[in-house]
């Protein structure tokens, strides 16, 4: 079974910056695209970020300019590297497959990281 475990999450001030790291078991890992999600209190989960298993990376306008997601294959990881951090961006960050139509590859979840952005 594919198992995710997410870690990097923190406290950090309006401007700052964090890198998150999404740890993946099961050598499918480099067949599909991965991706970011986040899921606020009170809001639906969000895909902020997703990469495609040749590198192509795709962002909502929320977060184009600011986030930048990476993968090594033969590490089995994915990365977040999240720049000018806002107090919006506050959330738990999963990581998943992506689906063609933007939703997520597979219906389990890791326990997530928190990140909290505030002064």
């Known amino acids: 079974q594919v198992q995710f475990v997410e870690s990097g999450g923190g406290l950090v001030q309006p401007g700052g910056s964090l890198t998150l790291s999404c740890a993946h078991s099961?050598?499918?890992?480099?067949?599909?695209?991965m991706g970011w999600y986040r899921q606020a209190p009170g809001k639906q989960r969000e895909l902020v970020a997703s990469?495609?298993?040749?590198?192509?990376?795709n962002y909502p306008d929320s977060v184009k300019g600011r986030f930048s997601i990476s993968r090594d294959n033969l590490k089995n990881t994915i990365s977040l590297k999240m720049n000018s951090l806002k107090p919006e961006d506050t959330a738990v960050y999963f990581c998943?497959?992506?689906?063609?139509?933007?939703?997520?590859?597979?219906?389990?979840w890791g326990q997530g990281t928190q990140v909290t952005v505030s002064s």
């Open positions: 998943n497959g992506v689906t063609s139509s933007g939703t997520p590859l597979w219906n389990f």
């Open positions: 990469i495609s298993s040749l590198g192509r990376t």
């Open positions: 099961g050598s499918i890992f480099s067949r599909y695209a």
